[in-house]
């Protein structure tokens, strides 16, 4: 499976953006799922996932209530619509999928360990 995120950009603060992220080579509707930031020097963030069993939805404190995550199964798209974006929320975003049932044996949502497959990242900047 490969995953192209995109839908980045400039905004102001308060602004929204939506970041798509289209997978190819397997269908993600029965993969675990997750959006994950990451700022210069920094490390890799978690952001959001989606658990396809049960079908639970996880967020950090940072993003909830301003971030959401969906997925069109009809085109294979896994989106972060993004609401009342901040200075702070500027960063390059991830997403990724867990390939091979890491979060099954009971690696956390919320770890980079529990996903294989990255797409390469679209730069969110939100000016002040």
């Known amino acids: 499976v490969q995953l192209q995120a995109s839908g980045g950009g400039l905004v102001q603060a308060g602004g929204s953006l939506r970041l798509s992220c289209a997978a190819s080579?397997?269908?993600?509707?029965?993969?675990?799922m997750g959006w994950f930031r990451q700022t210069p020097g920094g490390d890799r963030d978690f952001v959001a996932a989606?658990?396809?069993?049960?079908?639970?939805?996880f967020y950090s404190d940072s993003v909830k209530g301003r971030f959401a995550v969906a997925q069109d199964n009809a085109k294979n798209t896994m989106f972060l619509q993004m609401n009342n974006l901040k200075p702070e929320d500027t960063a390059v975003y991830y997403c990724?999928?867990?390939?091979?049932?890491?979060?099954?044996?009971?690696?956390?949502?919320?770890?980079?360990?529990?996903?294989?497959?990255w797409g390469q990242g679209t730069l969110v900047t939100v000016s002040s």
């Open positions: 990724a999928a867990d390939r091979w049932g890491h979060q099954r044996i009971g690696v956390s949502s919320t770890s980079t360990d529990a996903y294989d497959i």
């Open positions: 080579g397997r269908t993600i509707s029965n993969l675990d």
């Open positions: 989606m658990r396809m069993r049960g079908g639970r939805i």
